[in-house]
């Protein structure tokens, strides 16, 4: 029986060979017509939205590494898709062109969060200027540190990072812009804790002489129509008489009873008058500083004997001088 049926096996499993060699050469008939008509590509989308087409998805998803995630654009501190694309293989038309440059900078544009990062300085909790790196902000906090070592200033130096999705909030300075704006803020706290008094925010820093109270403010004298507007400090002549504060000197010449006066306005309201001058030093028009001297000791006008006369003036009205000096 099996060798009646041998040959009939043979010739069966010929036939089934043939058949499927047939069907295969029929596929790959089919393969190789598809793939000359067509090529296999993704397509990309975002939120449903067709982007396009690219050809390597592993060499896409590099160049979306480098030129969107990892960009090097300046303040950027981290970038984000809003929407994650999605990639999906497909056959295309040969004569079809893929877009892959197009669909990067269509991400990079419309489907990208950037978040900027810069750097804060404050100085005792009060921001006082931003700088691009950490770097600059810890040179300038160092070079305040040691300018103002020896003063003993309570100065709370902190760097503080920021961050911020729109560009435009970013207002930073140069290196020397802001080391220039907190060194100012240091100096103003390092001259008030050296001032002898602030008058509607005019520092009063410098006496303008050491010596003798002789007269005060508001006492009566046979000498004077009214009461005394000012203070009288007893001085040897030509001894240096200094402004108390920074000031433009407004008046420098001799005027009535108080003879040679140097006035200065230091802004606010406030004017110091210095009287009974023996020299004037000061021009009118001149910018002085606390402890410029501007004039020296005499005993001109309504004088009896070498002293200064120094008036503080608020608004036009005379107030005691040591309600802030001596």
């Known amino acids: 029986m099996y060798i009646i049926l041998k040959p009939k096996l043979l010739h069966l499993t010929k036939d089934i060979a043939k058949v499927i060699a047939i069907i295969i050469s029929g596929f790959l008939l089919i393969l190789a017509m598809i793939f000359i008509k067509y090529k296999p590509v993704y397509e990309i989308t975002v939120a449903g939205e067709k982007l396009g087409y690219i050809k390597n998805l592993k060499e ?8 969107i995630i990892n960009q090097q654009e300046k303040y950027i501190a981290n970038v984000s898709f809003i929407e994650e694309p999605t990639y999906k293989m497909k056959l295309l038309s040969r004569a079809s062109n893929e877009n892959e440059k197009e669909i990067i900078e269509d991400l990079k544009l419309n489907n990208t969060i950037k978040t900027y990062k810069y750097y804060e300085i404050s100085l005792n909790n009060e921001k006082k200027s931003c700088v691009d790196t950490l770097e600059e902000a810890e040179q300038i906090i160092n070079q305040i540190k040691v300018e103002f070592s020896e003063d003993n200033l309570e100065l709370n130096l902190q760097i503080s990072e920021k961050y911020t999705e729109d560009l435009e909030q970013i207002n930073v300075d140069t290196i020397e812009v802001a080391t220039t704006v907190v060194e100012t803020a240091a100096q103003e706290i390092k001259e008030e804790s050296e001032a002898i008094a602030i008058i509607n925010n005019v520092k009063i820093s410098v006496l303008p002489v050491t010596g003798r ?12 129509k009214s009461t005394h507007t000012g203070l009288d400090i007893a001085c040897i002549t030509g001894t240096d008489i200094k402004a108390v504060s920074e000031g433009t000197v407004i008046f420098a010449a001799r005027q009535g009873s108080y003879g040679n006066l140097v006035k200065i306005d230091h802004g606010n309201g406030v004017e110091t008058w210095y009287g009974h001058c023996n020299k004037i030093y000061a021009k009118v028009g001149d910018k002085v500083k606390a402890g410029d001297v501007i004039a020296a000791v005499g005993s001109t006008g309504n004088s009896t004997g070498p002293h200064l006369h120094l008036e503080i003036r608020i608004n036009g009205v005379t107030v005691n001088p040591q309600n802030y000096v001596y």
């Open 60 to 67: 896409f998803k590099k160049e979306v590494e480098e030129q």
């Open 213 to 224: 109270i002789t007269s005060r403010y508001g006492e009566s004298s046979s000498r004077r």
